[in-house]
């Protein structure tokens, strides 16, 4: 049975960083899309960024660009990161760790529906 688990999330100021991981077990085999989602209270959930286990190429939303980096443990693809920073008030929602399992990445990176295998979901709270 795979499970998603993610790091503890926390509470920020604006300006600051944050690193979230995922931690995928029962997953031991193959290769595969793993992302990074979240939801903002009243909002629909979206896509942050997701990356390719088999070759770490990455797809980013808009409004992460150039602030998050998703990435991969480089000794087992079974662990995921994303690194938050320059993080503003927008960013406030509840992340979740996902998995195709199995699936590439594109060309529907986003799509919700594609993905198997979700996380508990961790909150990031950005204050001014």
């Known amino acids: 049975q795979v499970q998603l688990v993610e790091s503890e999330g926390g509470s920020v100021q604006v300006g600051g960083s944050l690193r979230l991981s995922c931690e995928a077990s029962?997953?031991?085999?193959?290769?595969?899309?793993m992302g990074w989602f979240r939801q903002k209270p009243g909002k629909e959930r979206e896509g942050v960024a997701v990356l390719y286990t088999g070759g770490g190429s990455t797809y980013y939303g808009d409004s992460v660009k150039g602030r998050f980096t998703i990435s991969q443990d480089s000794a087992k693809n079974t662990t995921l990161y994303l690194q938050m920073d320059s993080l503003n008030t927008e960013d406030t929602a509840m992340y979740y760790c996902?998995?195709?399992?199995?699936?590439?990445?594109?060309?529907?990176?986003?799509?919700?529906?594609?993905?198997?295998?979700w996380g508990q979901g961790t909150q990031v709270t950005v204050s001014s």
């Open positions: 029962g997953y031991t085999h193959g290769t595969t899309c």
């Open positions: 996902a998995a195709k399992l199995p699936g590439g990445c594109w060309p529907s990176a986003f799509s919700l529906s594609e993905y198997k295998y």
